[in-house]
């Protein structure tokens, strides 16, 4: 792995297109994903839903939707741990630096990887389905795009730099710069020294968080837990013809 990159500098000395591109457009998206939460919540509570086409095409989707959200889980544990976690804390639980290097190198490939195919298949029955492709509405041509353009970024940067290239450490540079959003104490210059790549990748990252709460991304945050606990819908036969007798109730379990 390459050396570590010098320490950035200070934000007031950093200058106007650095902070307009790594201080006040995150902080622009990360307020239009939270008053957009909101505003969705209050407005659309129906709509809250991924709106399913399973009904419409179910051979891609039996495939393409399993490995698209494994990959996404297993990428999105991944940059909590390498964003949000310190180098500092891993060293002191006993994971150096080699080793967090090697397994985040190669279990991020194959979570991309399974990322990338499931999207891909989710792509491609929308556009070559023609029922589901009637039924893409403005959202989901802005959201399918967009999450791509994220995803193939990452997985693009993670190969050129760590698996073909020297390595690069973005914990350095990149995560510092995350971090500091979230404390308040910005710090533009550490990301404006990373690879084109990587910034790409985080400003696409950055959109993606702002148009979510207008897109089906927001059913992430609904949980079907109270499905096992909810009571049973009663179905009764509609009144007996003279001379007959209504049969017995049927109960099935369906959500209410």
């Not at 622009?28 to 407005?43: P, S, T």
């Not at 939707?65 to 060293?91: D, K, N, Q, R, Y």
């Not at 510092?176 to 990748?201: D, K, S």
């Amino acid at each position: 792995m390459s050396a570590a990159p010098a320490a950035p500098a200070p934000l007031a000395a950093a200058s106007g297109s650095v902070l307009l591109l790594w201080v006040a457009v995150p902080y622009i998206c990360l307020a239009v994903f939270a008053v957009g939460h909101v505003w969705r919540y209050r407005q659309d509570q129906f709509g809250w839903t991924s709106r399913t086409t399973q009904l419409l095409e179910h051979r891609w989707l039996r495939w393409g939707s399993p490995l698209f959200h494994l990959g996404a889980f297993m990428v999105i544990a991944g940059h909590v741990v390498g964003l949000a976690v310190p180098a500092s804390w891993t060293e002191a639980a006993g994971v150096d630096e080699h080793t967090y290097h090697t397994t985040a190198v190669w279990a991020g490939s194959v979570a991309g990887v399974a990322m990338v195919a499931g999207l891909g298949m989710l792509c491609a029955r929308r556009l070559l389905t023609r029922r589901i492709r009637l039924g893409t509405d403005r959202s989901d041509k802005v959201l399918f795009p967009l999450l791509s353009a994220t995803v193939l970024l990452g997985i693009t940067a993670t190969a050129a730099h760590n698996v073909f290239g020297a390595g690069y450490d973005y914990r350095s540079t990149v995560s510092v710069w995350f971090r500091g959003l979230f404390t308040l104490q910005p710090q533009p210059e550490a990301i404006a020294g990373a690879p084109l790549l990587f910034q790409l990748h985080a400003l696409s990252a950055c959109l993606l968080f702002a148009v979510w709460p207008f897109t089906r991304l927001v059913h992430v945050w609904s949980a079907p837990v109270g499905y096992l606990v909810r009571p049973y819908v009663v179905y009764r036969r509609r009144a007996a013809a003279p001379g007959r007798t209504a049969g017995p109730a049927r109960r099935d379990r369906h959500p209410v």
